[in-house]
Every structure is written in C-alpha cells, then in structure tokens.
C-alpha cells in the first residue's frame, strides 16, 4: 500500500502542467459558433508519440470531406516536445491554433463545447478508464459524464448528432454519454491499437503485426476521395483490439467485443440504425463511401470496422450468412464475447479501491460477462443495424427528404 501511493504521489508531483489547444481543419475562416460543427477531442499520449493526433487529424480530414459546409474543431491537450503540439498540427494543415488554460480540465471541455449551438459529431482520441473516465492531461483531469454535468450539453447537438469515443474500454462511458445526451454514441469494449495503411490492402496492425513483406504507404489513395499524403496524418485509425483487454487495470477475459459498439438509449431503432449508416460514411476505411454508393461498397467498409483484421473474408460472409439463416449466433472475437443491445450489455465490471485516497487499484477490475447463451449475436444484430440504417437512408434519399 505505501509503495502505491508513493508512486501515485511522485506520478503525479512530477506531471507537468499542460496547456490545451484549440484549432480549425480544413478551413481558416474564424470560428462560428452558430454553425454546424464537429468538435475532436485529442487527450495525453505521453507514451505514444503522436499517434492520438494522426487518428483524429485523419478523420478531422474525412470530416472536411464529406461535409465541406461543416467546421472541424480540435481541443487538444498541448504537450510540447513530446506529442500533440502545435508543431504538429501546424504540419497537419490545422487554421485558427490557440494555445488556452494552464492545463487541460474536464470544465475545459465543457466551457469550450458549451459555446457551439450545433455540435454535429463529437470523437474522443485518448486513453479513458471505464470508472474513471476519458484520460485528458495525465493527471487527475478526465472527462467524466457522471460527474461533470455534460448533460447540460444535450441541447447543443442537432437532431442527428452522435459521438465516438476511440479508446480502451471507453463503451462503458458510451452508453453514460448516450443517455445524457440523447443521441447515439459509440465505445470499445477491450483495449485499442493505432492500424496505419500498408500496401493498398486496407489497415493492419503495427510493425510488429502488419503482413510479412509488407510496406507502410506514403500515400492514402483508399480513404478519401483524393490522396493524401500520411505526412499530414492521414494514413492512421483507432481501432479495437480482437481479444480482451490486457493492461493496467487488469486483464477482461471473461467479456469484451472486437468492434466499436453503438449504444442508443432513448433514440429510436430508426433513428439509431440511420445514425449508424451516416457515421460509416466518416469511418476512415478501404474506400470512400458516398450518399449514392452501393450496397456492396458499404458492405465493405461497414465489415471492415466490424471483422477482425485476419478474418475479413470469412467474418463477411459468416455475417450475411447468419441473416439468410436467422442463425445469429457468430462471434469472431478472440476472447469470450458481451451480449448487448442498443440499450446495454450483459455484464458486471468492478475494480477495488484505496480507500485512502480514493483511487482505483492497478490490476484489481474485473469483468463479469452475463450472458447466457454459448456465443453472442452481438456482432450480427450490429452488422443488422448498418444495413437497416444504409436502406433507410437510401429510402430518405429517394424520396427527396
């Protein structure tokens, strides 16, 4: 007990002050506050470099692109010298930088998207602790929706808003966000890695995972409409692993999934499911969807957020066949898989506590999966809802809404 605490104490005695940064892509108009806007969060990554800012510039990028008329807004922790500094976002193309605060604070974050009436989307890109919530400068100061009062926020969204919180086991805070606000929010439920574009084949894991002989491009000539150089962090995601998570807090082989899962708590199934189908147009994947695109492309990039990175071809066709046969029962995970709904999951999740100061134990949380049957349906109701929501678009479309 005394050797934690003194490693908490001089942790965070010796974490220093950080700043954050707010900054516009894609255009360098000033900031309107009236106009519809996709707020990016990018939080500490002290031991990643700058891999945080590459995956929200490479969708702050997608952003530009599918919605020219829209503003990209960025608040980022600003670690100079180490990773999300304004040398890099200079580098990245971003407009309007300005350096704020004396740290990065939860209220920060609340002030900042307080002021924006027409919050489209919001992503997060950092590390966030299911109990703790999303990790902002590496101290004490996260985003927590349970007790920061972001339900105040719910009348800034439009009608149809979501969010997306990329980072270890954040979709316990999905289904908070989601609640709160009243639109349909997006979290993982193991831990998550950074895949970058090797040889045109879509995204695979790090060096250390990525096929042999492969190279990593320079160019993403898959992603986007047009090509764009890696060199302006383009070229990256955040993806969820395929096996339970294994870190810091402890090791969840008992339950998880290998995908971002969508919560919607008091939206409607079409709501929900037509909310899912416009975020896939952003999902930085093999090819680039537009609003005519075919079902088969959507398909494409709809399984390549779902699957595995080895079972694409096999998870693909599993999935449709599942719909064919009402079989639902699929799951590719490499771990024991949830069951959840769009409501919530079947499962218990609880860490123990230092009573003294109120922090969680290293290594003590634990996951309880709940589920009753030999293999969950999660996947395929998930992989259901993407194409209701792409057919219910479509209909939209078609009928001149």
Sequence with gaps: MKNILTSLIAFFAAAPAFAYITASSGSKAPIDFNKRTHIM??????????????????????????????????????????????????????????????????????????????????????????????ILDGKFNRLDPRADGYEKLAGNFTSDAYAFLHGCNSGFLAGVFSNQWGIPVAGSFTGTDFQYLYDNKGFFNDDNRAPSNSKKLKVNNVSYEKNIGCYTGACSRMMPDNFGYHGFWGEFDDGGLGFYKWFCVKNSEQQCFKTMARAARGYISVKPLRENSSIEDYKEVVTDWLCPENKKESCRKALDNALVTGNRQYDPFGSKSLQCTFKGCKAAFSCDAIKAVGLLKSQSCTMKNLRTTDKTTTIVDEYDAYLKGFKLLQAEASAGK
């Design 41 to 134: 969060i990018v939080g500490n990554g002290t031991d990643l470099g700058n891999a945080l800012t590459q995956a929200a510039t490479a969708q702050a990028k997608k952003y530009n692109e599918i919605y020219p008329d829209d503003q990209v807004y960025l608040i980022s922790v600003n670690e100079t010298g180490k990773d999300q500094d304004i040398n890099d976002l200079q580098d990245f193309g971003y407009q309007n930088i300005t350096e704020k605060g004396k740290g990065f604070k939860s209220s920060d974050v609340f002030n900042e998207m307080s002021a924006f009436k027409k919050i489209a989307s919001f992503d997060v890109f950092s590390h966030s602790v299911a109990y703790y919530g999303v």
